[in-house]
């Protein structure tokens, strides 16, 4: 009896699924849209809320909650007119904006029309483990599944097949394994994810750690392989590049191996959202190949992804798979996207300001040459933006060989010849701050903004002191402009920013408001949400007693705060002042505290003289440059004890025992 429900069962199945090449049970199919289009190749990119199906250990990288929804109709327009369908539901919620890791938790369903589906359940936590001395980082991850399989109501089921081992005769009894009709089982998923201090990452991700026997009929045995993925990616701020490597043991006992190699870029446009497109090519074992492509619309926190996969010379007569998905960013924006904001702003700039939007119209270029001058004036627009300025140079010498008198165009040609002296190209320009600040430098100098290009110059020099390029470039900007640069000193553990902040908090505990308030106002210069100084300004103001103006900028602070007690304080600060402005008399005891540089909690005015804080800074600084890391940290633990809201301090301190870590 159990030989012919056996085949009674194989019978069904076959039919059912016939439709999928090698199909088995819980299929690797995918979810959502975007990562789909690029082959599926994501343990090494893992960078969303998909992380939770494909490599958890991804989701300790993410840093505000995401929800996904997607749809899938898989294999359309088979012969036997089959209808799969697959869809997904996933939310992840990072604690502490990642901090203490990611829990994340998803649903999946694949039906077959009414004959047959299966429904997974997904929860999964991903986390940073530790960070190396070369400052990679590692995360980790692991998914709990509850899968459940089950068939619908067939004829079967009361008139099983098999009858003196026929599989096509009926032997008019009941099937009790199709009369179950369902079974459930568990299974988990591991993964880890290592990511370099630049741009590349390396996955691993091992599914189905138990290898759970899904068969309906306990006595029958159909383990789910054991999976292995091995990834490798390279990311930049708009565009990753993946390849991945999985492995598992295939229907007939043999190794299936499947290779992909993937693309996905990103087109950020100033005004409309961003665009992305992206696609993948695949192949492996039993002959199996298949294109994937997609694209996506992306505008604040909503992101729209279309996936379509076409597989090629396995399953034939089909339109492919096509894959719908709307995912939702909760929460403020990552550092990441911030940067591109940043640089989407700068470009906003150039457009406006320096060499592009130049339209000729001088009476030195015949008429015929004119759309030729303005397409050279465009290609060195783009040039810019790009960050090759070599090549804007010479799209501009060009231009002035038709028109060599005309004195804005060669202004500018010789503000870029200064540039491309010492910076003929910088590609990359977002790949950390440093290339970004010195970027944004020669975008000021270009636009002749030139007091902001000298002090963003300075301020990249101050992150990356070594750069010999960065050095060389300011000085000659000094002597152009006649304007001089800041520089920090020699060795010193601060940057530019770090140590106008100090010198604002000195400043301020010596009563010296205007100063507080003019440098808070340099560093807002060079980065304009910095909450600090944004802080130390309202303070100051209060203090001063320029209440309107300490209230526009404690407003600016408040909505740039990202974490409640933050944003609390400030509220109440806030709205004393408006009760002052009014005229009540009710204030917090706060803001009655004359010392009180900033709200409650932050920068409270020490009980000791603030020039031996300042002196054992120095030392500390002194000590630190001159490698004495022991007697440096000592001198910034006594400084603390003093004075233990001074950032600077902190800062510098960890600094010290990272090193002394190493």
């Not at 994810?193 to 138990?210: D, M, N, Q």
């Not at 010198?503 to 980065?527: G, H, P, S, T």
Request: glycine share 10%.
């Amino acid at each position: 009896m159990k030989g012919k429900l056996k085949g009674g069962i194989a019978f069904l199945l076959s039919c059912a699924l016939s439709s999928l090449p090698a199909f088995a049970a819980f299929e690797d199919l995918g979810v959502g849209a975007r990562i789909p289009a690029m082959g599926n190749a994501f343990t090494a990119v893992a960078d969303d809320v998909h992380s939770l199906y494909y490599n958890p250990a991804g989701l300790g990288t993410l840093q505000r909650s995401q929800f996904t929804s997607s749809y899938s109709r898989l294999f359309m327009g088979l012969s036997d007119g089959s209808n799969l369908g697959s869809s997904f539901l996933a939310v992840a919620r990072p604690f502490r904006e990642g901090e203490r890791g990611t829990l994340g938790l998803g649903w999946q369903l694949f039906n077959l029309d009414s004959l047959y589906r299966e429904q997974s359940i997904y929860l999964s936590y991903g986390r940073f483990l530790r960070e190396d001395r070369w400052q990679g980082k590692l995360y980790g991850g692991l998914t709990a599944k509850s899968l459940r399989r089950s068939l619908g109501s067939v004829s079967a089921a009361d008139d099983a097949f098999g009858l003196g081992g026929d599989p096509l005769a009926r032997s008019g009894l009941s099937d009790p394994v199709l009369k179950v009709g369902s079974k459930s089982f568990f299974d988990f998923d591991f993964g880890l994810l290592y990511r370099t201090a630049r741009r590349y990452s390396f996955g691993l991700a091992v599914l189905h750690l138990t290898e759970p026997n899904v068969a309906f009929d306990a006595g029958d045995a159909d383990k789910l392989p054991r999976a292995i993925k091995f990834g490798f990616g390279v990311k930049s701020l708009w565009m990753n590049l993946a390849a991945e490597a999985v492995m598992k043991e295939g229907p007939a006992g043999t190794s299936d191996k499947v290779l992909t190699a993937a693309a996905e870029r990103w087109f950020p446009t100033l005004t409309h959202g961003q665009f992305g497109a992206r696609g993948a090519l695949s192949f492996g074992s039993r002959e199996f190949k298949q294109i994937s492509l997609g694209g996506s619309y992306r505008i604040n926190k909503i992101q729209f992804d279309y996936g379509f996969l076409l597989p090629m010379g396995t399953v034939s007569s089909t339109l492919g798979t096509h894959r719908f998905s709307l995912t939702f960013h909760f929460g403020a924006p990552t550092v990441e996207e911030e940067y591109g904001d940043l640089l989407l702003e700068q470009m906003k700039k150039v457009a406006q300001i320096g060499l592009p939007k130049y339209h000729y119209e001088g009476e030195g270029v015949a008429r015929s040459k004119r759309k030729e001058v303005q397409g050279k004036l465009d290609a060195a627009q783009r040039r810019v933006e790009e960050g090759r300025f070599l090549a804007a140079a010479q799209e501009l010498r060009e231009v002035l060989r038709w028109a060599p008198s005309d004195a804005e165009l060669l202004g500018r040609f010789q503000r870029l010849g200064l540039v491309t002296r010492q910076i003929p190209e910088l590609l990359d320009f977002e790949r950390d701050k440093a290339r970004r600040l010195l970027y944004e430098g020669i975008i000021d100098f270009l636009s002749q903004r030139d007091r902001e290009a000298v002090r963003k110059v300075s301020y990249a020099l101050s992150v990356a002191p070594d750069n010999q390029q960065t050095e060389i470039f300011l000085t000659s900007l000094e002597k152009e402009t006649g304007i001089q640069g800041e520089r920090v000193q020699k060795g010193s553990a601060l940057n530019l920013v770090e140590q106008k902040l100090l010198e604002a908090l000195i400043a301020f505990k010596e009563e010296r408001y205007d100063r507080v308030v003019l440098l808070c106002q340099e560093v807002l210069e060079m980065e304009p949400e910095n909450m600090v100084a944004l802080q130390r300004m309202g303070s100051a103001l209060y203090v001063m007693k320029s209440y309107a103006k300490a209230l526009e900028v404690w407003q600016k602070a408040y909505g740039l705060a990202q974490d409640e007690r933050t944003r609390k304080n400030l509220k109440e600060f806030m709205d004393a002042l408006q009760r002052l402005l009014k005229g009540e008399p009710a204030q917090p005891q706060e803001l009655r505290r004359k010392a009180s540089p900033a709200p409650p909690g932050r920068d409270r005015a020490p009980k000791v003289d603030p020039r031996e804080i300042e002196r054992l800074y120095q030392s500390g600084v002194t000590l630190y440059a001159n490698g004495e890391l022991e007697e440096a940290r000592g001198i910034f633990e006594e400084l603390l004890r003093l004075d233990p809201e001074n950032t600077a301090a902190q800062r510098a301190l960890e600094r010290i025992r990272t090193e002394l870590g190493r």
